[in-house]
C-alpha cells in the first residue's frame, strides 16, 4: 500500500499564488461538494485536503509539479456525474477541480472538429455546435458531465449502436502527467498510425495516467431530420428477440433502447410527461435520423420487422416535441429511480446474452425478494440493473446492506460467464476494481500496472482506481 505526505503551508502557498486565493478551497466546510460523485453509498465519501481551481493547463502543470516533488495524492474532478466513486478523493491530497477550465477554444467547420478545454460540459459542446447545425453523435445521458469525464471513462450511451463511443470521436488531447509534464497525442486527422497511440491510453483511464487538459472531438452535420419509434412488446423475450433482425437489415438507427413499463411509469409520473403507449410489459425506443424521405422508408421497414417478430404495435413520435417529451422521460429514468437506489450496474454483453443475462437477473431478484429493474441500450448489449432498496412488490429492505454485495457479485459474475464486461461505459473507479482480475486476467493487469508505472511512477495520480497500488 503506498502513502502519500498530508499537505503543508508551505505548498497550499505555492498553490495558492498558482491559481489565486479565490480558487482553492481548504476549509472543511467547502470539501462537501467535492467529496463524492453520484455513486449513492456515503462510505465511499472522503475529503480532499485542497481543492484548486486551475484556468489552464500551465496551471494545472505548475500544481502538479508541487504534488510530485511533495508526494500529494492529486485527483481530476469534472462534473462528478460518474457512478463508480471515480473523482472522490480517496487518499485526501488535491482535488484538481477542471470547472474553470470550460473554454470552447474552435469550430472548425473546414474539418469538423472541435478543440475545447477538458472542463466544457457537455451541454455548453452541444448548444455551441448547434448553433452551426453540427452534431455530436455520441450522447452519455447526463449533460453536466465534462469533455474531460467522458473521455477519461470513454462514455458510451443511447447512440452508441451506430457511432460507437466517445473514444470514436476524440481526435486529440493534450494532457499533464504527474510530473507536470505536458503531452499531446493525436491531431486533427482521421488517420493516424504514428506509433503507439497515448490517445487511446489515456482514453478511459479515468484520471490514472494524466489530467486531460484539452481535446479535439470530431463533429458531424446535423441530420435533416429525426423520428422516435415506441414499440410495445407483451414480454422482454420477443421483445430482445427481434433486436438482430433489425442490426441485420439495410437500416442502421440511432438508438435502440428497451425499457420496461413499471420503470416508464415511475419516470412518467416523475417528469409529468406523456408516453405513447401503455400496452403490454415492455418497449423498444428506436431512433432514426436521415432525411425526410430516408426516414419515412426506414420507418416502414423497422415497423414490419418488428410487427413480424411479436411486436403489439410500433408509436411514431414525429413531432419535435413528442419526442423531446419521449426522451425526457426517459433520460429521467435514473432521478426517477434513484431515490431509492443503491447503484446502477453497467454490464456489456454479446448482444445475444442479453435476454439470458435478464433472465438470471430475474432470478437473482426472487431469491433476494430485491426489485433490479433492468433497462438499456438493446442495441449494442449494455445494460442498466438498479439495485434497489425496495421489493419488486415496492417494500422498503431494512437490511439492503446485508444483501447489497451478494446479489451485485452474483449479477457481474453472469454478465463474466456470458462473455461480458463489468463496465460498458461508467468505468471502473474505486467500485468495480475487485472483479477486474475476473474480467480481464492477471497478465493484462500486470501490463496496466507497467503502463500506471510509466506514466506515474509515484502513483500521485487518482490512487486507488481501476486497481490497488502493490
Ligand atoms: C443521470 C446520469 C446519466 C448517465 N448516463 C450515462 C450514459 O448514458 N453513458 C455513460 O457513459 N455514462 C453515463 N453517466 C455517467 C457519467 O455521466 C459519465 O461517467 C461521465 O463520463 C462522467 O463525466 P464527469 O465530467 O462527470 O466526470 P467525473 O465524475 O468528474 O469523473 C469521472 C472520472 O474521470 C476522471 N476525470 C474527470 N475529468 C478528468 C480530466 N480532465 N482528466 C483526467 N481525468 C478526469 C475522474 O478522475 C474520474 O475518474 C450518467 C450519469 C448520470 C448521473
Known amino acids: ?118 472542463g466544457s460540459t457537455l451541454r455548453d459542446f452541444y448548444s455551441s455546435i448547434k448553433r452551426k447545425k453540427l452534431f455530436f453523435p455520441p450522447h452519455p445521458g447526463e449533460e453536466s458531465a465534462t469533455i474531460g469525464g467522458v473521455i477519461s471513462t470513454n462514455a458510451g450511451g443511447t447512440r452508441a449502436i451506430k457511432y460507437g463511443t466517445i473514444r470514436n470521436f476524440t481526435r486529440y488531447v493534450e ?64 421483445c430482445l428477440t427481434g433486436v438482430p433482425s433489425i442490426l441485420k437489415s439495410s437500416v442502421r438507427p440511432l438508438a435502440i433502447e428497451f425499457i420496461d413499463k413499471k420503470v416508464i411509469e415511475i419516470a412518467q409520473k416523475y417528469t409529468g410527461k406523456h408516453w405513447p403507449s401503455m400496452q403490454g410489459d415492455i418497449f423498444l425506443l428506436i431512433i432514426l435520423e436521415g432525411n425526410k424521405e ?21 408509436f411514431i413520435a414525429d413531432s419535435q416535441q413528442k419526442q423531446d417529451d419521449i426522451l425526457y422521460v426517459r433520460s429521467m429514468v435514473y432521478e426517477a429511480l434513484k431515490f431509492e437506489t443503491i447503484e446502477i450496474l453497467d454490464v456489456s454483453l454479446p448482444p445475444d446474452q442479453m435476454a439470458t443475462h435478464i433472465s438470471s437477473v430475474d432470478n437473482i431478484s426472487a431469491k433476494y425478494n430485491v426489485w433490479l429493474p433492468t433497462y438499456g441500450h438493446a442495441g449494442d448489449g449494455n445494460l442498466h440493473t438498479h439495485i434497489m432498496k425496495i421489493t419488486p412488490g415496492g417494500d422498503k429492505i431494512t437490511d439492503w446492506k446485508n444483501i447489497f454485495m451478494e446479489i451485485r457479485n452474483e449479477i457481474i459474475f453472469d454478465g463474466i460467464q456470458k462473455g461480458g464486461k463489468i463496465s460498458g461505459e461508467h468505468g471502473i473507479g474505486l467500485i468495480k476494481k475487485q472483479y477486474l482480475e475476473m474480467c480481464l486476467g492477471k497478465t493484462s ?17 487518482n490512487p486507488g482506481k481501476i486497481f490497488d497500488p502493490d
Open 1 to 118: 500500500m503506498k502513502t502519500y505526505n498530508i499537505l503543508n503551508r508551505n505548498a497550499i502557498d505555492e498553490i495558492e499564488k498558482i491559481v489565486g486565493k479565490k480558487n482553492i478551497i481548504t476549509e472543511s466546510e467547502g470539501f462537501f461538494n467535492y467529496n463524492h460523485d453520484e455513486f449513492a453509498l456515503d462510505e465511499i465519501k472522503h475529503n480532499p485536503e485542497i481543492v484548486v481551481k486551475p484556468s489552464t493547463t500551465e496551471e494545472v502543470s505548475d500544481v502538479m509539479k508541487i504534488a510530485s516533488r511533495e508526494k500529494f495524492p492529486v485527483v481530476a474532478r469534472g462534473g462528478a456525474t460518474g457512478l463508480v466513486g471515480g473523482c472522490v478523493p480517496s487518499f485526501g491530497g488535491i482535488v484538481i477541480s477542471t470547472e474553470r477550465m470550460n473554454r470552447i477554444i474552435e469550430i472548425d467547420e473546414a474539418n469538423l472538429m472541435v478543440t475545447l478545454q477538458s
Open 294 to 314: 430516408e426516414i419515412e422508408k426506414h420507418c416502414e421497414i423497422i415497423a414490419d420487422i418488428c410487427l413480424n417478430q411479436g411486436a403489439i404495435d410500433v
Open 445 to 461: 493487469i500486470e501490463i496496466m500496472k507497467k503502463i500506471k508505472q510509466a506514466f506515474d511512477p509515484l502513483y500521485i495520480l
Open 175 to 238: 494532457a499533464v502527467l504527474a510530473d507536470g509534464s505536458i503531452i499531446t497525442s493525436g491531431g486533427k486527422v482521421i488517420k493516424d498510425s504514428t506509433g503507439y497511440s497515448l490517445l487511446h491510453l489515456l482514453i478511459g483511464s479515468e484520471g490514472t495516467l494524466g489530467i486531460i487538459t484539452k481535446a479535439v472531438l470530431s463533429v458531424l452535420p446535423e441530420p435533416e431530420d429525426m423520428i422516435t419509434l415506441i414499440i410495445p412488446y407483451k414480454d422482454i423475450k420477443t
